[in-house]
């Protein structure tokens, strides 16, 4: 499927609208698949971002210090509607899990033993996670786009030394996105640098 | 080392959780390790046992898993330190993503700025793979999460309005009939 162009995108929704969606996402976010799931609500479904912006939004939520899904949100929320959207997205996000979690907290004593619950919690985590994986294809298909080595290999990089390797991710990434950002950096004299 | 005991709990826990906020770059994991040590061993908020119960509560209820700050507010001050808690941990990264995110837009354009959004972008998305790995061996998944995982992934490429809640909800089935042929025998 195509990537929305910025002249197809929706209008903005009210701030009731774009609160209400990430009020949904927050309280059936199990297991981490927020991201995922943000980017298919706000690009694919209503269309109110653009991929891009969605894609470099996702890199400096997780460069920024705090949570990558509320950094995200933030965001989101800020391209959205400025910064009253953004303010809306995080309490709008926040809210159900804050309330929810305690409760897990106080029935987790009474329900800790149905197995089925926990399979109900463990596969629709595995499957939170497919959005997260969709969302690595998604920006995969956007370095092929670029037409260049360079940031192919540092997400390569990237991937490999701290998911494989588990090397501590904030040292990893200040080494290579230095060099990555360098091997994209703008060349005098005109012509892109291909790295 | 510290004592802060004369403190009110709620000063207490925006005086560990603030800070932290601020320095969980990469993500809550990364505060994961300080979060324990403040209110295990510092503040003695909760044993370590029921730190772990906290942790395992934190994955299976919604939101990300630095609701685990939320739970620790909860332990230390009932509802109202939850509250705070969950304020102190992600109310100043977020100011602090939302002013990084307003220089960032004022520059959009700039030829540096597609320079910077092209060498960060492919960062991000070597993490979004890492981050399932690392999900998956916290949980210590087997192939049918993997399995599952790759489906839901596959099955949004092929059709991208697919609704989330009907994979997740695939997935709590898959898990459930997993379950049911284990307990008639089928499985090991």
Known sequence: M?????????????????????????VFSFGGGLSGWIHRQVVHRYRWMTNDDFLSGIALAQIVPGANVTN??????????????????????????????????ILYHYVQDYPV????????????????????????????????IAPMIAMVATFVSVGVMEWPLVPVVLIIAPLSVAAVWPRKGGGAAHA | MRDDSSLSPYLALIMVFVPLSLVAIGGGPSIFAPIQKEAVDVHKWMSAREFIEIFAVARVAPGPGSMLGTLIGWKVAGWGGAIVATLALFIPSSILCLAVAKVWNRYRGREWHAALEMGLAPIGTGLMFAGAIAIFRMAEAGPLAWGLAIFVALMLTWRPRAHPFALLGIGALVFNLQLWLAHMGYLR
């Open chain 1, 2 to 26: 195509a990537d929305p162009a910025p002249e197809e995108l929706a209008p903005p929704p009210s701030l009731f609208k774009l609160g209400s969606v990430l009020f949904w996402i927050g």
């Open chain 1, 72 to 105: 995200l949100c933030v965001y989101v929320g800020y391209r959205i509607r400025g910064a009253w959207g953004a303010t809306m997205s995080l309490f709008a996000l926040m809210s159900g899990p804050t309330i929810l979690c305690v409760f897990v907290a």
């Open chain 1, 117 to 148: 619950l926990h399979a109900c919690v463990d596969g629709v985590a595995a499957a939170a996670v497919g959005l997260n994986i969709r969302l690595g294809i998604i920006g995969t298909q956007r370095i092929q786009r670029m037409r260049r």
